[in-house]
């Protein structure tokens, strides 16, 4: 079955960087895009990047432009996120998620498979 | 960036209610829509794309409608397991933003 295994908990002080590593299994990890998205303490879902793992190419939300770094590593099938200059309000739960399978067949950008989430809390 | 709008953003139901959740586009998206389910400390499941499209294993009480600027979910007789808060994402552009979520309690 599709999984996505994240990296756990991080305590960053303000200014400093974060990367979670995101790792997949179950399915071929160069056919399905992965997508970041993240969800701040009572707050609403926000989408921040999209990478295709084959070639690596990937698309971000302009207000993390600068600070957002998605790779990946298809040797291991793993998908990382990493954002700079962390602020306090980026404190937030991270998750990582796959493209659903089915809004492939009608091309559109959905996700069907999501990892556990990763807290990261920025605090001085 | 395209706007998603949702009401109501709580709503008080019983179980065997029906409920409908609106979600709304700051700009036309055709059916590029697709609803979530999330429960407290939980990822969000994919419940419905192209706006009207069930996803696989989800019951057949979860509906979805709309194009252009209006959509709706639909649960057609709440159970006990589908208290939990909505959201609508649009993929019709980058960035693929969601709804501000709507929680059923």
């Known amino acids: 079955q599709v999984q996505l295994v994240q990296s756990g908990a991080e305590v960053k002080k303000p200014g400093a960087s974060v990367k979670v590593s995101c790792k997949a299994s179950g399915y071929i990890f160069t056919d399905y895009d992965v997508y970041w998205v993240r969800q701040g303490p009572g707050q609403a879902l926000e989408w921040m990047a999209r990478i295709h793992p084959r070639g690596g190419g990937t698309n971000y939300a302009g207000r993390f432009q600068g600070r957002l770094t998605v790779t990946r590593d298809t040797s291991i099938s793993t998908v990382y996120m990493q954002l700079a200059n962390l602020r306090s309000d980026d404190t937030a739960v991270y998750y990582c998620?796959?493209?659903?399978?089915?809004?492939?067949?009608?091309?559109?950008?959905?996700?069907?498979?999501w990892g556990q989430g990763t807290l990261v809390t920025v605090s001085s | 960036d395209i706007q998603m709008t949702q009401s109501p953003s709580s709503v008080s139901a019983s179980v065997g209610d029906r409920v409908t959740i609106t979600c709304r586009a700051s700009?036309?998206?055709?059916?590029?829509l697709g609803w979530y389910q999330q429960k407290p400390g939980r990822a969000p499941q994919l419940l419905i794309y192209a706006a009207s499209s069930l996803e696989s294993g989800v019951p057949s009480r979860f509906s979805g409608s709309g194009s252009g600027t209006e959509f709706t979910l639909t649960i057609t007789s709440l159970q006990p397991e589908d208290f939990a808060t909505y959201y609508c994402?649009?993929?019709?552009?980058?960035?693929?933003?969601f709804g501000p979520g709507t929680k059923v309690d």
């Open positions: 700009r036309a998206i055709s059916t590029w």
């Open positions: 994402q649009q993929s019709n552009s980058l960035p693929f933003t």
């Open positions: 998620a796959r493209e659903s399978a089915a809004g492939r067949i009608v091309a559109g950008d959905y996700f069907d498979s």
